[in-house]
Nanobody, 116 residues
Framework: QVQLVESGGGLVQAGGSLRLSCAASGPAFMGYGMAWFRQAPGKEREFVARIGGSGRVTDYADSVRGRFTISRDNAKNTVYLQMNALKPEDTAVYYC?????????WGQGTQVTVSS
């Protein structure tokens, strides 16, 4: 069973950058596609970016394409989300999970707050 721990969030001004990390434990991490999601207050959780097991295939939500980059280091069992040119509307709790079938138990997430 894969377990997920997100980190790297914080408070940043608009236009700034943050790098989120998702540490995964458990067997066969390399076999899992992974994705980042986010949930803003009062809104549904939404897809942000995904990456295939080998790291060759990536995809992004239109709202973040060109600003965010997802990557993974299978040797470290870690998935990253580099976020540049942050906007106030990026404010949310960010979660990682397996993709396309999310694990039922989500991590605690990491808060990203972008001030204008």
């Amino acid at each position: 069973q894969v377990q997920l721990v997100e980190s790297g969030g914080g408070l940043v001004q608009a236009g700034g950058s943050l790098r989120l990390s998702c540490a995964a434990s458990g067997p066969a991490f390399m076999g899992y596609g992974m994705a980042w999601f986010r949930q803003a207050p009062g809104k549904e959780r939404e897809f942000v970016a995904r990456i295939g097991g080998s790291g060759r295939v990536t995809d992004y939500a239109d709202s973040v394409r060109g600003r965010f980059t997802i990557s993974r280091d299978n040797a470290k069992n870690t998935v990253y989300l580099q976020m540049n040119a942050l906007k106030p509307e990026d404010t949310a709790v960010y979660y990682c999970n397996t993709h396309p079938r999310p694990l039922p138990a989500w991590g605690q997430g990491t808060q990203v707050t972008v001030s204008s």
